[in-house]
């Protein structure tokens, strides 16, 4: 069972050393498709012994697709800059390759990091992705937010033991840089969906987002970092509807 990992990338030099040093020895190849990058992610990736791949940016999907399509090997492991496989997962992909795989394809639970701190309630987690496949079992979709695997019909998919551990937002100023982006994303997916008139939503929807993620689904447990990241979530359920009210009035 020989398995390339593949990794896209824009200025990444915080990040990448540790993801690669996760998958070393767990890892075939390693192939990094970067969109144009100005620090030092292309040196860390060639000292990390990855292949290193230019390629303009064609959305998160299709990147992603791409970098497979690079892939020598049979078996793709499908990583982001900031993850990294936690020893448990390197374990349990290091016995797949040796045991011989028993499935299409395989997700695991992500586990996310937060200001200081690894959230195991408030709705993120366990997260679950599917980022192992046997080539031609799946396929990144092609949507501009939220990106996801597409298992093909009939593959099986199993889980592996084992946390992908995702180093995903350091600092509050960040947190709401995120949201900033990434509800403009999605307020301009929801429009060109029809979906303008549920602009309404932005009375409601936020307390409904804070009280499912902080009482239903235990944020109080994360202490603070719970609460933070259940009330800027609610503030951004609120941000992606009242983008999506001012886009639907300008359309009109």
Not at 6 to 20: H, K, M, P, S, V
Not at 64 to 77: M, V
Not at 140 to 145: E, G, L, Q, R, Y
Request: aromatic content about 10%.
């Amino acid at each position: 069972m020989k398995l390339s990992a593949t990794i896209i990338t824009l200025d990444e030099e915080a990040n990448l050393g540790r993801c690669l040093a996760s998958l070393r020895g767990v890892a075939d190849e390693v192939v990094v498709l970067d969109s144009g990058s100005k620090d030092r992610t292309e040196a860390i990736a060639r000292e990390g012994g990855a292949v290193f791949v230019h390629q303009p940016w064609l959305g998160y999907g299709p990147q992603k697709n791409a970098a497979t399509d690079r892939a020598a090997h049979g078996w793709i492991l499908s990583l982001d800059a900031d993850e990294a496989l936690s020893d448990e997962l390197r374990a349990s992909l290091l016995r797949l390759k040796a045991d011989g795989p028993r499935a299409d394809a395989y997700e695991v639970n992500r586990l996310n990091w937060y200001c200081g701190a690894f959230l195991r309630h408030s709705g993120w987690y366990p997260d679950r992705k599917v980022r192992l496949w046997r080539k031609g079992a799946a396929r990144w979709a092609d949507v501009s937010i939220h990106e996801l695997v597409e298992v093909a019909p009939g593959s099986r998919v199993e889980r592996l033991a084992g946390d992908l551990l995702h180093y995903t937002i350091r600092d509050r100023a960040q947190h709401l840089r995120t949201i900033e982006r990434f509800t403009t994303l999605s307020a301009e997916a929801l429009l060109r969906e029809g979906k303008g008139s549920q602009a309404w939503k932005r009375f409601v929807a936020p307390g409904v987002a804070f009280l499912r993620s902080y009482v239903l689904k235990a944020g109080f447990l994360d202490g603070r970092a719970g609460w933070d990241v259940c009330r800027l979530s609610a503030y951004a359920t609120w941000l992606k509807y009242d983008k999506l009210r001012r886009l639907a009035r300008e359309r009109r």
